[in-house]
């Protein structure tokens, strides 16, 4: 009913699945790299927007221009 | 959970989740492979344990994973004919070698996957009132034992034999656990998944 034994098989089971988790974890970890490197190069942009630039607010007014308050 | 018709998007998903599914199946369980496992290493009885333990299972997982990704109605059905037409495909091509007690290819076995993707379907749709993971679990373990007892009425007393009433209750207790377990599994890579592929969760 179970058939002969074949362990050579299964070895080559476990083999197989062994490389395909090392590959799944691979990519994932390759893809988590990848999404950090991209927020961390998007993250200064961010920053310079939100720190004031007094030349900047000048060069934007135009030299000629005051505030009223 | 709200289900929606499948776009043909959604529906080339399945397919193709289906397909790699199926191509990774082969590839990993080579024939002997589950029989011994099951047999040799755990001592567990037959027939249905192969079944019970690693086919149903991952099964579950790859239906469940491409279901959990669109939440489209008939995405179940969808990926599970893709995996079953796949194998069938792969087997007749590359003339790989399976367990013959399987029967791998047949229409038997696409009657037996269909099957299993239609207990996934039916369950998504119908629990819906329970959690999401709640409902996930409910349809992992419901469609492994409905894949296992089409396997023990349909299929072993064909390619093996009968099954002895007295392996049943252990038999059935590791096909739902398995069952439980493969649906929690999809269930926590669908969520980095569905961030990775940026679907639109439709909920």
New interface residues.
Partial sequence: MCGPADFGALHTSLARLAALFAGGVTTYAIYKIVSVCRERRLEPDTHKDATYDPLRALSVQGPGERSNS | MKLSAASPKEIALGVAVGAVGAA?FL???????????V???FRLP??GAGIALVFGPFLVFVVLVSSLLTRANGQALITASAFAISCTLLVCAFRART?P?GVFGSVLFLAAVALLGLAVEVVLVVGKAFSRLAHCLLAGGLANAVLLVFYWLAIFPRT??GVKGKDIPLLMGICLVCGLWAAYLAWLVSR?LCR?LALKLKE
């Fill in positions: 990774i590839f990993a369980f080579p024939a002997g492979s589950i029989s011994t496992l047999h040799n290493v037959g027939p367990d007690k093996a034999s980095p990775a």
